[in-house]
């Protein structure tokens, strides 16, 4: 892998066709959506849909997100048993209310012991390498606690420490902390990519300038804008910012993208034109027909349909 520029996990988007769209365009690495481990272990059929992959759809990781460290190493077993993943990630970053309140995703910053018996039971366990997920924080901004918590995880044998720049409190919004990133980056040995508003290359470098992180994960900045991969790159490369993509390319991109979906995703037909009318709208944010080109795929009852539509728009 010679670019550190992954595509970020993230539920309920990066399944098979958008891993596609984004190793086509640049993403040097992708993960699989969020697992739950219980799901796993007790059989929720949903589970397969979401490791659905196929050759060219590598390398590739999972991310399990439990807070039971015999649910977790027993999920994770089976998993790796059914597919073939370069490492798994231990979820510490989920703010949603639902999995906190369980000790899981974010939970685990504030129960760092057993967020490191986790990390330990997997790593002495499984022949991958295992990784964490972690935002800067809980509830506070600590500098101090949050290089505690990212050395726990490397002394418990965890082998890179993807950090998002948020509280779990500040969920999606508001500024990125640098600073605590590149404090564990300066405390770790193990490699740190940092996460937060890498939305251009810009914010890109930014992010690798101000932390010193080994690599970057790219979130939302990659939703109906999967180019932003390899402008990331040439940027970094040679400092030239690329021209946006002509509205054919778009177009032609997100033609690819729905015909992944199409081809690839188990969802009954009125989930999936729904499904692939949010992928659309994305792809057409910031266009000066917006509003309008939004509100027409938003009755769109078909895939020949919403092709034509893309074919009409200019
Ligand atoms: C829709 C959505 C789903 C996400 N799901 C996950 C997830 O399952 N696991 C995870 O570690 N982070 C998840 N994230 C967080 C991202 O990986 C990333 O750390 C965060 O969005 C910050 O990056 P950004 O500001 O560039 O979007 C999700 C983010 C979004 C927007």
Known sequence: MNSKIYLAPMSGVTDLA???????????HCFFEMLDSKAIVYGNQKNRGLIKTIKKDSPISAQLLGADP???????????????ISFLDINGACPVKKVTKKGAGAALLKDTALFGRIIKKLVSKLRI?????????????????CVRTAEECQENGASTVFIHGRTMSQRYSGDIDYESIKAVKKALKIPVFGSGNIFNPLMAKKMLDETGCDGILVARGALGNPWI???IE???????????????????????????IEKYKDMGPANKIGFMGKIAMWYFKGHYNGTEIRSRISNITSYDELINLIDSVQ
């Open 70 to 84: 015999s649910i977790m190493l027993d999920a994770a077993e089976q998993l790796i048993s059914l597919v073939d």
């Open 129 to 145: 390498p295992i990784t964490v997920k972690l935002r800067t924080g809980f509830d506070k901004r600590d500098i101090g606690e």
């Open 234 to 260: 040439s940027y970094l490369k040679n400092g030239e910012t690329s021209k946006n993509p002509t509205p054919s390319t778009k177009k032609k991109i997100l033609k690819a993208h729905l015909a992944y």
């Open 229 to 231: 991969f390899k402008d």
């Open 18 to 28: 958008f891993r596609l769209v984004s190793r086509r365009l640049g993403a040097s």
